[in-house]
């Protein structure tokens, strides 16, 4: 093969993946559109985060049921690898709503959830502390691993018979 019908073949080859990209992000927006809005974006430990899911979906859709979850995440890095992210602490509710939603309307569902203490997670310690900022430093330089930020989101995934949509905002967690 000689260079220019490798190049076509590599344009080719690109057109091809945006095309498909293209498509695919109109067919998930076929499907509606979820939205979660908060009281506020800023909360202590142990305060009650209020919100609502926006659900406008562009057909008729039966909810079996929707899942709110406050999570964190944290990108983390290998040397000479990309970041992945991890999530590192995840509390789910789950809101008791059943039926048949109309198509083209606004629905929106309200929630309730206790913002967590980074300090004392679930996960059995500390996240974002300055020991555990000491440790992770010192441990990156030693097995090339490296830990960012702590990020704070609320999800909202709605289960329906044929379509799954979900959404997320980010929360931010301050000290007591």
Same mark, same amino acid.
């Given at each position: 093969?000689?260079?220019?019908? =490798?190049? *076509?073949?590599?344009? #080719?080859?690109?057109?091809?993946?945006?095309?498909?990209?293209?498509?695919? !992000? #109109?067919?998930?927006?076929? *499907?509606?559109?979820?939205?979660?809005?908060?009281?506020?974006?800023?909360?202590? $430990?142990?305060?009650?985060?209020?919100?609502?899911?926006?659900?406008? +979906?562009?057909?008729?859709? =039966?909810?079996?049921?929707?899942?709110?979850?406050?999570?964190?995440?944290?990108?983390?890095?290998?040397?000479?690898?990309?970041?992945?992210?991890?999530?590192?602490?995840?509390?789910?509710?789950?809101? $008791?709503?059943?039926?048949?939603?109309?198509?083209?309307?606004?629905? +929106?569902?309200?929630?309730?959830?206790? =913002? $967590?203490?980074?300090? !004392?997670?679930?996960?059995?310690?500390?996240?974002?502390?300055?020991?555990?900022?000491?440790? !992770?430093?010192?441990?990156?330089?030693?097995?090339?691993?490296?830990?960012?930020?702590?990020?704070? +989101?609320?999800? =909202?995934?709605?289960?329906?018979?044929?379509?799954?949509?979900?959404? *997320?905002?980010?929360?931010?967690?301050?000290? $007591?």
């Amino acid at each position: 093969m000689n260079p220019d019908q =490798a190049f *076509k073949l590599m344009c #080719v080859g690109l057109a091809v993946l945006v095309v498909g990209l293209i498509v695919y !992000n #109109v067919l998930l927006r076929l *499907k509606g559109k979820v939205q979660v809005v908060l009281e506020r974006l800023q909360y202590r $430990p142990g305060e009650t985060i209020t919100g609502w899911v926006y659900l406008k +979906s562009r057909k008729a859709v =039966a909810i079996e049921k929707i899942v709110v979850s406050v999570a964190a995440t944290q990108h983390r890095r290998r040397r000479r690898q990309s970041y992945r992210t991890v999530e590192i602490f995840r509390a789910d509710i789950e809101l $008791p709503i059943e039926g048949e939603y109309a198509a083209g309307e606004m629905h +929106s569902f309200e929630f309730t959830l206790v =913002a $967590p203490d980074p300090d !004392n997670l679930e996960t059995g310690g500390a996240v974002e502390t300055a020991i555990h900022v000491v440790r !992770n430093t010192a441990l990156g330089m030693a097995t090339g691993t490296f830990d960012g930020p702590v990020r704070w +989101s609320v999800r =909202a995934r709605i289960h329906a018979s044929g379509i799954d949509l979900c959404g *997320k905002i980010p929360l931010e967690i301050v000290g $007591p």
